[in-house]
């Protein structure tokens, strides 16, 4: 039962951490730039109670909790999304850009933590892994790579969709920002549902084998952690 309860906090704290401060950073980034919509509805905020969605925070993490437990007993990864930040485009100067400003403060945020985890990370003769504050750690900058990642898919309404309408020619930002309307129906199909369906396509879970594992590495190096020439996992 103690196992159990460890698993249980070695994953869903960092997920509550990275989905949180994720949310908070579009607030603060959208009051930067003039809006003070999410100020004003109480967003920029660090209670993890004011940014849960029914789906993102409850439902898929606790499926995706029970289902590993139930299967392999022992929680390996953990994903889900917060409420969106409320953000009226109307008050930046440039709405189109604002908007992808905005969007980029998410991820950037995941980017930026997994990098404070890796400063942290405790190191031995033994490797990089050492006792509780290690798995902790470790847990914490995978959850925020993968959440930093996921984000940057470019489907609206994740982060990544309302980039790509920031940069596109005006017409085709506009088209492209109509698939907003089912974009997270495509991504729930696409990222979860088909792979389980269609045995050998997982595209978002083939990109991620290819850019976490680099991804770490470029952390660790960044955060003055020596890990010669050889690939190191977390």
């Known amino acids: ?75 390996v990864f953990m994903f889900g999304w917060a409420k969106p930040v409320p953000v009226s ?58 959440l930093g990642l996921f984000n940057l898919l470019p489907i609206p309404p994740l982060d990544g969709g309302r980039i790509a309408v920031g940069l596109l020619p005006l017409e085709l930002a506009r088209r492209w920002a109509q698939v907003e309307r089912y974009g997270i129906v495509l991504v729930i199909l696409v990222v979860f549902l088909l792979p389980h369906l269609i045995q050998g396509f997982d595209p978002f879970g083939e990109a991620l084998d290819t850019v976490v594992p680099w991804a770490i590495n470029l952390l660790l190096r960044l955060s003055g952690h020596d890990i010669g020439g050889t690939d190191v996992g977390i």
Do not use: C
Request: aromatic fraction near 8%; hydrophobic fraction near 55%; charged fraction near 10%.
């Open 89 to 146: 485009a109307w008050k930046f100067r440039d709405p189109r850009r604002g908007m992808a400003v905005v969007a980029v403060a998410g991820p950037a945020m995941n980017f930026f933590l997994a990098w404070v985890g890796a400063l942290l990370l405790p190191t031995s003769e033994q490797g990089l892994l050492e006792g509780m504050a290690g798995q902790f750690l470790s847990y914490f900058i995978l959850t925020n790579l993968v």
């Open 1 to 75: 039962m103690t196992g159990i309860i460890v698993q249980l906090a070695l994953a869903v704290i960092p997920a509550i951490l990275a989905i949180t401060l994720h949310e908070v950073a579009h607030g603060y980034m959208a009051l930067a730039l003039g809006d003070d919509t999410a100020r004003q509805a109480g967003r920029l905020s660090l209670n993890p109670l004011r940014h849960v969605d029914r789906v993102g925070t409850i439902l898929l993490p606790g499926f995706l909790l029970i289902f590993q437990l139930l299967t392999i007993h022992r929680v």
